[in-house]
């Protein structure tokens, strides 16, 4: 007998699973053709097909759209890896620079995505200053 999961519970499994189903296809479209658009577009599609299978609501299927295209925006110049959603870790991705330094990023703050983008684009330039190496340019 299957024990039925308290609905916030389910809800935020399906949202990981989900999560999880969009970044593998991303990662496998663009191993396979270098393009970063198709592989945005790939881990989209896989979104709006998990939101009707998984039954995502709103809030999550919004924040995931979110993540994907951050991470598909950014995941090259950034050098990013997904973290794993859990609530001790307020974070979605990590960008690990030569030396010491480790920028972790938050998506679904209710910003707007370009903002956010443009942020860790400076975030980045400006560590990459601080620590004397010369690991991005515009």
Known sequence: MKTQLPKKIEDFHNYQQA???CFR???KKYEYTKDIDKSLEKALDTAKVNENVLKLDSKHYKGLKGEIIF???TCQSLDLDVLMDSKKIPADFHS?????FIVVYETTN???MSDIIQ???TEMNNISKMSGMNIMSN
């Open 19 to 21: 999560r999880s189903n």
């Open 25 to 27: 296809s991303f990662d």
């Open 71 to 73: 991470y598909g925006r």
């Open 96 to 100: 690990p620079l030569p030396g010491t």
């Open 110 to 112: 209710g910003s707007n």
């Open 119 to 121: 942020m860790a684009m």
